[in-house]
């Protein structure tokens, strides 16, 4: 027999590997397991399903873990022992009684492998010993070959409303995966198990693609591998990874919302062979096929951070001057000024037409200086294309002061009357010569006169509803500059009709029937389109007077909220800007004027510390690598410093602490490397604000730390001394402690005698409040409530003659008399064989008042 499955039985107790930071019953598939016991059962699903939490709970429902195997199947040991044929017989020398063996974590195993794995599933089966095995479906190659087993995918794993708090449930199915529901770092974790499940290469980058565009169509797989392995993947991908939204009707995919920095990360080191697989060559040409598709599809911001975070310098440059005007007519300024940052000391082949969209895109974000400075450096130099300085010309005059505009005009007034009639397809992405024009031609005409003709006479009567070309992004621009250089004359009540009023009026519908098309869609507007509503928004009551419509008021939200994010990205959102959004006024949002620009601060990310069942560092949501936390000092001084909530500890006292047999000079120095090797592994972009130490003493930053230990506190002050409230949160409590605090208080770090002095503390507590709440629920009649704490009391301290108490009462009324004298029966038998003693007077007469109101029940 080895050691291996020995170690692998549980004897009553939860598996280490299965102590989740926060426990969610899901009896609905524990039924289901339940109602098919007599088949092997099969958990196959990605990482973040909640498999091994369900095996744990079916477990625990039916066998309270008694006579339970918990194999790890991702250990080798289970391959030497399943290639030796001895794990059957390993299992019945253990435990004759074995009633369930879970294998978790069942790896890719090859055809010899499974066959033997199938085998050992049926005899066990056949021995009346039930089989659960959790894999994921990159990984399931046993299934098949057990008869009549159950296989229970990814789709029946979603969490559904029973599950779920009253509006809490995610409405798109994608995202009720278990980890994105109940998890903080729930999207890291599918992402990171995504990236690192055994699959082909050509399969991972299909994943990959998917998640990282969010939502797309069949064709995006069959233009990235292929229309054979393009359907291939996409039938693999629907039937096993219900997070991907894949419908098979409409051939349309709607992914869980996951971060793209999450995915990128997470497949950082699988990108090499996913763009060999794919047939690019080099991570970054993988990137920009991607990101080409995302632009068509309206995604410039995504499509630009995709190709940022991944391609290199030289990559990011060439695909900027390819598709940068594009990122600028979508509103993703903000992402074309980082892109230039990143690629602006490469050889840029388009160096004017890049500079001249630069300067467009600051103009954007509202950053006029570095709007002015690109567009002067197209329009003074001599080898720019005439087209791409009238277009920097025109940036500038937007922006600029009187006298920039005059010169300006100088600039684009010969241009414009030495091309009226003539049409040209501009310079490589610029807005086409005739767009151009009319652009200049609006922007030219400050009285506002022409400038609603110009933009009717170009719209014609075509209908371009819910495009979002050049050509629709451009003419929605015009007409905001053209509604706005009308406004800017006032509006005389004679301005309700006329030509002029028709034009308007017609303006307004063409511009509302584009974006509201988008936003049904759930499209970006493009940055012309913002405009254009914003515009319209700004003249409603006039619109209203002409019988046109106005923009509704969740789509001049929606635009003001594209010009927030834009701004706060390139560090220039006002303030009254982001408080303006949720409170608007006849569709328009509020705002307070003389409040200059301010740049937003980024907060520092809160540090967790959970020390219940580990220790374990968190930042802004992100686990603190376990490697870096290997050294026992670092998470014994991790731990002494949260144990005291913020408070100064000495210098000496942490050294004493530490080193207590160490002298005064080997443990200041052995205190000094290990201080600043916490610093390192705490360390937040470059530095570690969260580890104070000055002329007084060391501690955590209280303000920018909390801990899984402020939370007991909080539970044990309510568990003892809470009110009547206690009576509607029993069963919130009752989880808390069940599932936070199931775990020794850093078990890891044994002889430390203060750390040891706090779990020992802090165990006492807990029992004495599971005591008292149990005690005050039966008072308040609330038996159930009343039994689980006194057993939870029980299960933590069997020497605890107050737990047996008021187990004993709880029982009594539940109606559970013959369990209360099961219960005096079960304390008396441990008092005599551990202490030598008897029960105390008090729980004596406890028995005889049950004995005497009924009689019966010893019979």
Same mark, same amino acid.
């Given at each position: ?91 019945? @020398?253990?435990?004759?009684? @074995? ?12 055809? &010899? ?22 894999? @994921? ?31 809490? /449930? ?26 690192? =499940? ?38 693999? /991908? ?10 098979? %009707?409409?051939? @349309? ?13 997470? $497949? ?9 697989? #794919? ?5 970054? %040409? ?6 080409? !598709?995302?632009?068509?599809?309206? &995604? ?47 050889? /840029? ?26 567009? !002067? ?20 005059? !937007? ?9 300006? =005009? ?34 030219? %005409? ?97 619109? &209203?007077?002409?019988?046109?419509? !106005? ?15 834009? =701004? ?6 006002r303030a009254e800007d982001a408080a303006a959004l949720p409170v608007s006024t006849g569709g328009r949002p509020m705002r307070r004027a003389g409040v200059s620009a301010a740049p937003l601060v980024r907060a520092t990310p809160l540090l967790e510390v959970r020390l219940f069942g580990g220790v374990r560092a968190f930042i802004g949501g992100r686990e603190v690598s376990p490697r870096l936390l290997a050294s026992r000092r670092s998470r014994a001084l991790l731990a002494l410093l949260a144990l005291h909530r913020g408070c100064e500890l000495a210098r000496e006292d942490l050294v004493a602490m530490l080193w207590p047999h160490a002298d005064a000079r080997t443990g200041r120095k052995s205190f000094y490397r290990l201080w600043q090797n916490l610093q390192s592994i705490l360390s937040a972009d470059g530095a570690c604000p969260y580890l104070v130490r000055d002329r007084y003493g060391c501690r955590l930053d209280p303000a920018l730390f909390t801990s899984d230990v402020m939370e007991f506190q909080d539970v044990v002050r309510q568990l003892l001394f809470g009110s009547a409230a ?35 503390? $802090? ?11 149990? #005690? ?56 005599? %064989? ?26």
């Amino acid at each position: 027999m080895t050691r291996f499955v020995y170690q692998s039985a549980c004897r009553g107790q939860r598996p280490a590997r299965v102590q989740a930071p926060r426990y969610h019953s899901r009896p609905a598939r524990v039924a289901l397991l339940a109602r098919e016991r007599r088949r092997a059962r099969f958990l196959v699903a990605p990482h973040g399903f909640g498999k091994a939490m369900l095996a744990a709970e079916y477990a625990e429902t039916m066998f309270g873990f008694r006579h339970v195997f918990w194999i790890n199947a991702a250990s080798p040991c289970f391959l030497r022992d399943l290639d030796e044929g001895s794990l059957a017989a390993d299992l019945e @020398t253990v435990d004759e009684k @074995t009633a369930l063996v879970v294998f978790a974590d069942v790896p890719l195993l090859d055809e &010899e492998r499974a066959g033997r794995f199938a085998a050992l599933v049926g005899n066990l089966m056949a021995a009346h010993i039930e089989v659960v095995a959790t894999t @994921t479906p990159g990984c399931d190659s046993a299934s098949g070959l057990v008869p009549d087993a159950l296989v229970v995918d990814g789709s029946l794993l979603l969490v559904d409303e029973g599950e779920c708090a009253a509006g809490s /449930l995610p409405e798109e199915p994608a995202a009720r995966v278990a980890c994105l529901v109940w998890a903080a770092d729930g999207p890291s974790f599918l992402a990171e198990g995504c990236a690192h =499940e055994e699959l082909p290469a050509d399969l991972r980058a299909a994943l990959w693609a998917m998640l990282v565009m969010g939502r797309g169509q069949k064709g995006d797989l069959r233009a990235l591998l292929g229309a054979d392995r393009g359907d291939e993947a996409w039938a693999c /991908l629907g039937a096993a990874y219900p997070f991907l939204g894949i419908d098979e %009707d409409e051939e @349309t995919f709607r992914a869980a919302p996951l971060d793209l920095g999450v995915v990128v990360r997470a $497949f950082a080191g699988a990108m090499e062979p996913m763009a060999r697989a #794919v047939g690019c060559g080099r991570r970054g %040409d993988l990137a920009c096929l991607l990101a080409d !598709r995302l632009l068509s599809a309206g &995604e410039g911001p995504r499509a630009a951070s995709l190709v940022g975070a991944v391609a290199p310098r030289a990559t990011v440059g060439a695909w900027l001057g390819r598709c940068g005007w594009e990122l600028v007519r979508q509103g993703a300024a903000g992402e074309v000024c980082r892109l230039y940052e990143v690629a602006c000391r490469a050889k /840029l082949a388009e160096r004017f037409s890049v500079n001249a969209m630069v300067a467009c895109a600051y103009a954007q974000l509202g950053r006029r200086a570095q709007a002015l400075d690109f567009a !002067r450096k197209v329009v003074s130099a001599t080898l720019a294309p005439t087209s791409l300085k009238v277009a920097a010309a025109l940036c500038a005059h !937007r922006q600029g002061t009187a006298e920039v505009r005059r010169r300006m =005009e100088e600039v684009m007034a010969p241009w414009l009357e030495a091309r009226r009639g003539d049409a040209g397809a501009g310079h490589k992405g610029c807005p086409s010569d005739e767009l151009l024009a009319l652009l200049v031609e609006v922007s030219l %005409d400050r009285e506002g006169g022409r400038a609603s003709t110009l933009c009717r006479r170009r719209l014609g009567d075509a209908s371009w509803a819910g495009a979002l070309t050049e050509e629709a992004q451009g003419c929605l621009l015009a007409v905001a500059w053209a509604i706005d250089a009308r406004a800017s004359r006032g509006m005389p009540e004679s301005a309700c009709s006329g030509e002029e009023a028709d034009e308007v009026a017609y303006l307004a519908r063409w511009a509302l029937g584009i974006v509201e098309e988008r936003a049904v869609e759930g499209r970006s507007l493009g940055f012309g389109g913002e405009e254009a509503v914003l515009a319209l928004d700004r003249v409603g009551s006039w619109l &209203e007077a002409l019988g046109a419509p !106005r923009p509704a008021v969740g789509l001049v939200e929606e635009a003001c909220a594209a010009r927030v994010r834009r =701004e706060r990205a390139a560090g220039t959102a006002r303030a009254e800007d982001a408080a303006a959004l949720p409170v608007s006024t006849g569709g328009r949002p509020m705002r307070r004027a003389g409040v200059s620009a301010a740049p937003l601060v980024r907060a520092t990310p809160l540090l967790e510390v959970r020390l219940f069942g580990g220790v374990r560092a968190f930042i802004g949501g992100r686990e603190v690598s376990p490697r870096l936390l290997a050294s026992r000092r670092s998470r014994a001084l991790l731990a002494l410093l949260a144990l005291h909530r913020g408070c100064e500890l000495a210098r000496e006292d942490l050294v004493a602490m530490l080193w207590p047999h160490a002298d005064a000079r080997t443990g200041r120095k052995s205190f000094y490397r290990l201080w600043q090797n916490l610093q390192s592994i705490l360390s937040a972009d470059g530095a570690c604000p969260y580890l104070v130490r000055d002329r007084y003493g060391c501690r955590l930053d209280p303000a920018l730390f909390t801990s899984d230990v402020m939370e007991f506190q909080d539970v044990v002050r309510q568990l003892l001394f809470g009110s009547a409230a206690l009576t509607t949160n029993w069963e919130r409590l009752f989880e808390q402690v069940r599932t936070m605090f199931s775990g020794e208080l850093a078990p890891s770090e044994t002889g430390n005698e203060v750390i040891d002095g706090f779990r020992e503390r $802090f165990s006492l507590e807990l029992v004495d409040g599971l005591v008292a709440a149990s #005690v005050r629920l039966r008072a308040a009649g609330e038996p159930q409530g009343a039994l689980w704490f006194a057993r939870a009391a029980l299960e933590r301290d069997a020497s605890r003659e107050d737990a047996y108490a008021a187990l004993m009462e709880a029982q009594l009324g539940a109606g559970q008399r013959s369990g209360a004298v099961a219960t005096y029966h079960a304390c008396r038998r441990h008092l005599a %064989d551990s202490l030598g003693l008897d029960p105390s007077r008090q729980l004596g007469a406890l028995y005889q008042r049950v004995i005497e109101e009924e009689p019966g029940v010893l019979a």
